[in-house]
């Protein structure tokens, strides 16, 4: 269960964190080529994989997320397991912040603690969530605990060898 969680929260807080800075329609080249670019940058063999070893050296994001991403367990990153893990991740956040727009009766870009009671884990975690105490929650707050608790969650695991 924990590292279903640590898998789900490696897809989901990136794309939390990123929603209000990307547009919904950006320009399809520039996005193929600044992901080519990245990914060229992290295969450092130019192999058209990315392996554990160049993804711990170069994007700990990608490391900590590997095993989720490697589809095929073969022990390599492609464009195409890279691709369909952030199109996921796009296709939760998208749901998620859809929940979010629902609570969202008054329609002001925050939740109270009654609209967050239409999510159960907003509404168990209100208080924590609600870093600067004004009973409203952020899109910010939210991804700010989110990224808190998945690092709160992956410290245990950080002196672990990787499988």
């Given amino acids: 269960m924990?590292?279903?969680?640590?898998?789900?929260?490696?897809?989901?807080?990136?794309?939390?964190?990123?929603a209000a800075d990307n547009p919904p329609n950006g320009g399809k080249k520039e996005q193929d080529?600044?992901?080519d670019q990245?990914?060229?940058a992290v295969d450092a063999d130019n192999s058209g994989k990315i392996s554990r070893e160049e993804a711990k050296q170069k994007s700990p994001d990608l490391y900590e997320g590997f095993d989720h991403i490697d589809a095929n367990k073969d022990g390599g990153l492609t464009k195409a397991e890279i691709k369909k893990a952030l199109a996921?991740?796009?296709?939760?956040?998208?749901?998620?912040?859809q929940s979010l727009e629902k609570a969202d009766k008054d329609k002001n870009g925050m939740l109270s603690r009654e609209e967050a009671k239409a999510l159960p884990n907003m509404s168990a975690n209100f208080d924590a969530i609600d870093s600067n105490h004004?009973?409203?929650?952020?899109?910010k707050e939210?991804?700010?605990?989110m990224r808190a608790n998945a690092a709160a969650a992956a410290a245990p695991a950080a002196g672990k060898p990787a499988p």
Avoid: T, Y
């Fill in 142 to 145: 939210i991804a700010d605990f």
């Fill in 88 to 97: 996921a991740a796009d296709k939760r956040r998208r749901e998620f912040l």
């Fill in 38 to 40: 990245m990914f060229r």
């Fill in 2 to 18: 924990r590292k279903l969680m640590l898998g789900v929260m490696f897809v989901v807080l990136p794309a939390v964190a990123l």
């Fill in 134 to 139: 004004d009973e409203q929650l952020v899109l």
């Fill in 33 to 35: 080529a600044r992901f």
